[in-house]
Each structure stands twice: as C-alpha cells, then as structure tokens.
C-alpha cells in the first residue's frame, strides 16, 4: 500500500487543534479587531510589494476558526518540517488563480484590501519554482494569522522524520550517533583482528562517529546550513 503523502495544512490544524489555549482564539481575535484601526491603509493589489504589516481589519464574525492560526503553531510545524515562514515578496514560485480569486473574495466580504501576505513552504520555494504544498497567510494581529489558500501537491510522508536531525543540536548528535552504531554493527568480524572484542567494536564505533561526524560538520559549513528553529522566518539564503 502506497504511503499517502503529508497535508502541511492539516498537520497544521492538528498542532492548533492539540494546543489547550486555541480555545481562547476567537475571544482573543475578536479583542484584537474590536480595536482595530478604522482608517487603517489598503493594501496593494499586488502581493509581491513590500508592504509590512501586523494586522488587517477583518469582520469577526465573517472568519473562519479553523482558518485561524497563531504564530506558536506556524513555528512548530515549520521547525517540525523544515519550512519556512516569509513575507511573499520573498516567494519566487507561480501562484494560482485561486489565491486571487479568495483574495478578492475575503476583500469583498470583510470591505478591506489585504495587506502583509506571508507564506508558509520549504525553503527552495523562497529561491526556485516547485510545486510543494504552499500555503498565504494574511495577518489578523497580535501575532494571529488568517489561512487564506493551499496549493500544489503536499509534502513527502516521511519529510518530518527526515527532517526530524535537524530540529536541533541534540537531535543531529543523537542522529550520527545512531548511525554511526549502525555502521559499526556492519562490520564484519575479524576484519581487524582474529578474536573481535568489546574493545575493537567500540574502536571502531568511535573511527566511526569521527568520519560521520566530520561529514557532517564539512557539510554544514559549506552548505551554510543552520537549524530548523533558527531558519523557519530567515529570509537569508545561507541558513
């Protein structure tokens, strides 16, 4: 049986879902547009401008809870996956017609003009063309989040374990660890020696560990590369 590839959109769902204070969302958003700005700027037609901002002045009682997201559950599915949470000036990849077609929608409906788009995708979205498993955000406010479209094919299965070394330090070191044990226990007896002991599997354990570790590290320099925790909202390529 095939292995169904991983929806980030209801992973993420499931992160809010598992939070217990998710269930003050809506009294939360609905202080936050009480208090909104009236005479707050329109946002330009065109996404990809720079245009930073914190908030929108949506109609509370036209949103959608399941839409909602705060930025603690954007964060722990980008540090989970290996994602990355921009502005989408920062997106290089095609959108659909559908984005601007809810965009125009939810302006319609709210009698607002969005602004402060960001986009949650893996990192190469931010650099070249793909198809994996976008998903454009606007902000509420008080760093709250409105879900507005998903698009394109959804994230590899296994993405999350595969990505699961590079949440942290701790990880990545339990990591070459593990397969450095791994490798040792594929060496054959008697390789080294007629009587293989304790003594040589741990020698070899630790030849291990160095070569793998030193792969690692060679790799790491040179690539640029950083933590999950530390790239989710960087918009440096060398992370």
């Avoid at 650099?127 to 998903?135: E, F, G, M, N, Q």
């Amino acid at each position: 049986m095939l292995v169904q590839r991983t929806n980030i959109q209801e992973q993420l769902f499931k992160t809010k879902q598992r939070d217990k204070a998710s269930n003050d969302i809506m009294q939360d958003v609905y202080r936050i547009l009480s208090t909104a700005d009236d005479s707050q700027e329109r946002i330009a037609q065109n996404i990809q401008r720079v245009l930073p901002t914190t908030s929108n002045n949506f109609d509370f009682e036209l949103l959608e809870t399941e839409s909602i997201y705060h930025i603690d559950h954007i964060k722990k599915i980008c540090i989970d996956y290996r994602l990355r949470f921009l502005d989408s000036h920062y997106f290089k990849g095609k959108m659909p017609h559908e984005v601007i077609s809810k965009i125009k929608n939810l302006e319609k409906e709210h009698h607002i003009e969005l602004k402060g788009f960001k986009i949650l995708a893996p990192s190469k979205l931010f650099k070249l063309d793909d198809r994996d498993d976008p998903i454009l955000f606007a902000p509420i406010g008080n760093d709250y989040y409105y879900l507005i479209h998903k698009w394109g094919r959804d994230l590899h299965p296994l993405r999350k374990i595969m990505m699961w070394p590079f949440k942290n330090m701790l990880n990545l070191v339990a990591t070459v660890v593990g397969l450095s044990y791994l490798v040792t226990l594929f060496v054959p007896n008697g390789l080294f020696s007629k009587n293989s002991t304790s003594f040589q599997f741990w020698v070899i354990f630790f030849f291990m560990f160095k070569c793998i570790a030193s792969i690692v590290i060679f790799y790491g320099f040179a690539k640029g590369k950083n933590f999950n925790t530390a790239i989710w909202n960087s918009r440096y390529l060398k992370s």
